[in-house]
Structure formats: structure tokens, C-alpha cells
């Protein structure tokens, strides 16, 4: 039987199990990546874990999520970052230097290596042919030091592409396809694998803009094979040597099929507030925009904002809205300044930014209240962008700067009849991506070899083993698809903390609940229950970091999103998974108990549980782990599951 190309790249870095679906595999990690707000976590972790020296082929330390420094807090961490990197040996993205995808594809992702980082949008290279996955920080610090990477071997789903995009439609409306047709949490426990005669009309960049995005539908990762696509725009980044090519065969077969036609595709947008809220823009047209962002990783590239630049050319924007191009690299903005481009985007009246994640996050440029924003981000969770009862919608570049020039939601080819000389740009690269590197520290080039750390990086808690009575009350119940910024916000007056958890933890919840961190503590143990795919989102481990902190001891879902289900036993809180009925029953105040010496059953491999609701009547919720995992969540965690296994075994730390 043939192989799809996930199976082949596992299968070049498969150090334990076997490629069945379900299985627990462990895969070689070449190379890693970590950003400013997971990164500081990951140091702290490998110096705590005594680890000394970087062992992947590549480590980056990017700075790029909170590059304004609105506090010395922030600072401190870049500041610690660099230090940290220097120590270890990791290259070094200087704050401003760009957002860690955007950095990483230009400079370090290569086909057939697999790359694990601590940012849910790491699969974005898989538009390259990498195999790339975003994790919590503590897999990072542990991959990092040389073990290998442990995950469920997912389905592998063809997605194969027919057909042609027509004018207008673009590579970000292939994705919100997607999300229309399977939902945020479509794509859980699956790798999607892009084929089909559809794959050779789109350049490399375009493809990264789906794989990034697949994050939105929960998947694990999004694949496409190599081919002369990939092989220009590695000629084009001087790095053609790293080209491989990778085919799945052609008897490849696959645990399900879907299939797109690039040519019934017209430009579409992600309504508020959800990323799976998809219609097409002609559905939506006509309300006032008063924002349109341009940029995120997701369409920050510089093949992104130059379509935009060229339908600004010779015009203004609307005087009602206001519009910034936030590019995700700053070699992005260089090329594009000395083209002339900026400055044409700036004549038109755009506000030009440095290159940062910002108001992704909700940090710079909130929206005004009871107002609509368009950007070419991947999320639009509510409150997402700063501001509670937000309206974001998630469009294509082209569909944003239509709306900036019109002032209201407009379909681009409505308004290519009504202007003269506006045109469909379409896609076009540059000759050579000839930016300069300035600002990439590279290992053997580092400014530090000692850790510095600020007053306010803290020191990482680490969570005693688990104990046989696991037991308190329902503290809070959530409905489906809460997200981690909804665990744990990632707004600025909220950011500057996560590397000072007991100050972070205090705004735990408190996007569903202001009183939940001081009932958490005051409680000393408890638990929370949820609906569907609770902890979507980000990779930020301080999800689960926070809620251990503050006590909480399990988590009754339906279902979990597959990173943070992965924190939640590195942290050890107990994930157990409870049907419809019973989360319908359970309120919020009940007593729970677990019925099962939790510690026994968790370590031996015990799938039901029963769970006691305020003494009255017995539930089933289920534990579904594989041994490593159960191990990990009986010591306490995988810091304390590290340490203990260095204990028991003299060795140096490590994974397994
Ligand atoms: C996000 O897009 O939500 C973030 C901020 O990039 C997070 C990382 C973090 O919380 O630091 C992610 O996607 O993992
Ligand atoms: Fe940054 Fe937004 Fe991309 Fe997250 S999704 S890495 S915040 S640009």
C-alpha cells in the first residue's frame, strides 16, 4: 500500500510506535520555534529541567507578539529572551524583526524536517512541505533538549484541490471554505493533506496561508507536497539547496476525502465571532467599516500587502475608516519601502506599522465600540481585538482594502464595475527576498552567555504528584468552544504577566467570570466543566498553568482541543470527558467527587471513572490517555515527571 507524504515524513522521524491511527507516536523534531510570550516559560522550564545546550538542528527564540513594550515588563522578557538565547544556543529574532512564522519561512523552514513550536500557527510552513506542529512550551523546552515529540497518530484527510481560483478569490477564501464547510473543530485529530491538479496553480505563499489557517479548524497540521512552486521560492529566499521533493504515492490512501474546486470559489469573510462564521462577502455588503486591518501571519507576507498596495495606487482610502498595514516581516516592509510601495500605501492614507502580531491580540488599534473591523487575521473570538461585543470580520487582503477604499463591506468585483482601473492584482512574488538580516541573531554571533532576568520573570510553580481524592466543587461551567484567550487573555495589561504566573493566574477565567481566580483560590481545588472543544485556540500552556495555580484539579468536558488537552496533563490537571446528558446535569456550585482512587487509576491505565455529583447520583466520565500520558499527569506534570525520572535514574534529564 502506498504512502501519503505525512506518513513518509513521520515515518523519516518516527523514533517509537507505528503509524496507525489512534497510536501514540514519538517523532525526531528537527528544528523549533518559540515566541515572546510562550518563550519565556520554555527557558525557564529547560534551565529548571538542568538542560544546558540547544540539541534540534535549529532553535528561534522570535520576539514578536508584544514588540511595543508598553511596560519594562515586556522589555525584561525580550531582554531575558536574548539572554536565554545566547545561553542555550538558539538563533535570535530581535523584537521587530517580525512575527515567528512570517521570520521562520523565510529563513529556517524546509521541506521533509519537522518543526515543533509554541505557537498554535506553526503548521504554517507546511506549505513548504514541512512537517510542522504547534505545541505547549514545555513539549518545546523538552524537544529542545533533544527527546523526541510524543502525539496521537492522527487521521490523514486528502484535501484535494480542483480547478483554478478565479480573480478575486484568493488563497485565504480556499481556507474559509474549509472553515464553512467543517467548523473549529473540524479538523481535530487530523493532518490535512492538500493534492490534486489544484496544488501546482498556487505559489508557495498562498499554500502557507491555508496551512496556517488550519489551525482554525483544530487540525494537527495542514501539508502540502513540493514541487516547482516550492522549489522558486526557495530560489527566490537563496535557498534552493534545502528544495526536496515530496510526493504522497499514487496509491496513497487516506481516512477521508474532501474535495475543493478552486474555480466555484469567490472571495468570502468570517462573520463575528468565530472563525467558522463564513459566507461570502457579497451576503454581508453595505455595513460602514471603520477599521480594516492588513497583516498577521496569516496575511502579513509581503505577496500579501502588495495586492493591496496596488489597488491603493493613485487613491485614498475612505475618510471614515481608518486602515493600517501591519506587515509580518520586517524584511516584508523593507522590500516593499524600497520598492516605492509604502509610500504609496501611506500617500492613500494607511497608517504603516512595524511588523508585530499587535492587534491580533487586542494590542493597538481596539476597535471603537459598536463598530465594524476587517482584517486579514486567522481569529476573531470575541473580545479577541481589545474591546468586548467586538465586530471582527476575516477577509482576504483584497476584500480589506476594497472595504477601506469604499468605507463599507463590499464585494471586489462590485467595486471593480463601479471604479475605473481597478483590477484584480493577483499574486506575484519578488525576484529575491533580498532583506537585510540584521536583526537574526544567530547562535555563534550571541550578545549574552548568562541569563538575565527582571523582577518580574517569576519562577516556573511545579504541582506535587496526583493525589487518590480528587474531589470539589463545579466552580465554573462553560459552554462549547471556549477559547484560551478566554482562559487566560492575551491582551496588554494582561500579557506583560506570563512569565509571573501567580500574578497572571489572577486573570484566569475572567473573561467568563470577573470572581473566578478568587473563588479558585479561596476553594484550594475544584473543577471546571465545559461543553465541545474546550480550549481552542492558542498553544499559551499558561491555560492550564494558571488554573493549576489557582487549585483546579480536573476538567469536565464533551471534548477538548488537542493542544490544550496535551497542557492539561503537562500541568497536571485531570482532563475527563463526559457526555451531553451529564453536562447538561452538572451545574455550576455542585459538589464533585470522583468516586476511583484517581492516582491508582489514572497510573494503571483505568478509562471510566465514576464522579459523584453533590452526593447524590453517579456519572461516567472518561479517561482516554495513553501510558505516557497517564504517567506524566500522575507525577504532577511533565516538570515533575522530568525531574522524578532524573531522580530515579541519576541521568540527565530527559523525556523518556
Ligand atoms: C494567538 O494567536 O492566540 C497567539 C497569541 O499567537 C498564541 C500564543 C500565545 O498565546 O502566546 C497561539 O496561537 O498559540
Ligand atoms: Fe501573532 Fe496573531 Fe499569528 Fe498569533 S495568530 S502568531 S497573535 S499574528
Redesign the pocket.
Known sequence: MGQTLTEKILEDHLVEGELETGEEIGIEIDQVLT????GTMVWLQFEAMGLDEVQTEIAAQYCD?QTYQFDFKNTDDHRFLRSAAGTFGAHFSRPGNGI?HNVHRENFAAPGKTLLG?????PTPGGLGQLAI?AGGIDITVAMGGAPYYVEMPEVVNVRLEGELPEWATAKDVILEMLRRLTVKGGVGKILEYTGPGVETLTAPERMTITNMG?ELGATTSIFPTDHQTEDYLERLDREEEYVELQPDDDAEYDDEIVVDLSDLEPLVAQPSMPDKVVPVSEVTGQDVEQVIVGS?TNGGYEDILPVAKMLEGREVSMETETIVAPGSKQASEMLARQGWVAEMMAAGVNFSEAT?GA??GIGHVPASDSVSMRTF??NFEG?SGIEDDNVFLCSPEVAAAAAIAGEIVDPRDLEDELDDLEAPGVELPDEYDGSKTDLIAPDEAVDDELIKGPNIGDVPIRDQLGSDVSGEALLKMEDNI???HI?P?TQDI?MY?SNVPKLSEFTLSRVDETFAERALDADGGFLVAGENYGQ????E??ALCPMYLGIEGVLAQSFAR?HRANLFNFGIVPLTIDEETYENIDQGDDIEVVDDVYDAVANGQEEFTVRVNGDYEVTATLDASQRERDILAAGGKLSWTKEQAEGTGAAPADD
Open positions: 515566541q515572546d510570550t510562550t507578539h515567528c509554541s505557537d498554535s500557527h506553526t504547534g489551525t501571519c502580531c491580533c491580540i486567522n481569529r479577541r477559547t484560551t484567550d487566560i492575551a500579557l506570563r485556540g492558542s498553544s499559551r499558561h491555560a493542544i
